[in-house]
T-cell receptor, first 113, second 113 residues
């Protein structure tokens, strides 16, 4: 399966803990996007990255959230000191360099207790 | 802020019927994508439309991009229970940096056998 991979699929954290979400883009894709889907809401853009660069983070909360896409390895979305309001499905998408067709992973469902 | 409004929000029909889902905005998009999402999974890309007035067909699904690139429609002919799912439209804005997508709230389609 050469699709976008995300892990873990489900993540449970207690308030104040850290959550790390991983995303491996499709082979040949150098652009990665993170979106959040809150219960009963639509998908909202969070951040757009290319290798070692954050291109657009205008959808990211100013505090506690960070993202990276290192030269080697998966993209990481990191949420520090999680709160109950962070409970959501987090989706990663990737696209090839030339055409903006975004292919989504299966998502990570974060539950904060 | 670019917004995409989808209608109807919910649609329940009998197998064999035809249906149309609409995606409207006051903003112009450089491209628009349609996705289908199953519960617990990520959105699956169905089609990308780029040119105003463009029509694309995917078996029983017909996608149209408005002439002004502000709206789009998805028409399904002879719907089948397997078409059941959440249909999402997503636009790539002209003015936003990078290639972030703005999603509509979705149309939940149920096709009854």
């Amino acid at each position: 399966n050469a699709g976008v991979m995300q892990n873990p699929r489900h993540l449970v954290r207690r308030r104040g803990q850290e959550a790390r979400l991983r995303c491996s883009p499709m082979k040949g894709h150098s652009h990665v996007y993170w979106y959040r889907q809150l219960p009963e809401e639509g998908l909202k853009f969070m951040v757009y990255l290319q290798k070692e660069n954050i291109i657009d983070e205008s959808g990211m909360p100013k505090e506690r959230f960070s993202a990276e896409f290192p030269k080697e390895g998966p993209s990481i979305l990191r949420i520090q000191q999680v709160v109950r309001g962070d409970s959501a499905a987090y989706f990663c998408a990737s696209s090839p360099p030339v055409i903006n067709e975004q292919f989504f992973g299966p998502g990570t469902r974060l539950t904060v207790l | 802020t670019q917004l995409l409004e989808q209608s109807p929000q919910f649609l329940s029909i009998q197998e064999g019927e035809n249906l149309t889902v609409y995606c409207n905005s006051s903003s112009v998009f450089s491209s628009l994508q349609w996705y289908r999402q199953e519960p617990g999974e990520g959105p699956v890309l169905l089609v990308t439309v780029v040119t105003g007035g463009e029509v694309k067909k995917l078996k029983r699904l017909t996608f149209q991009f408005g002439d002004a690139r502000k709206d789009s429609s998805l028409h399904i002919t002879a719907a089948q229970p397997g078409d059941t799912g959440l249909y999402l439209c997503a636009g790539e804005g002209l003015e936003t940096s990078g290639s972030r997508l703005t999603f509509g709230e979705g149309t939940q389609l149920t096709v009854n056998p």
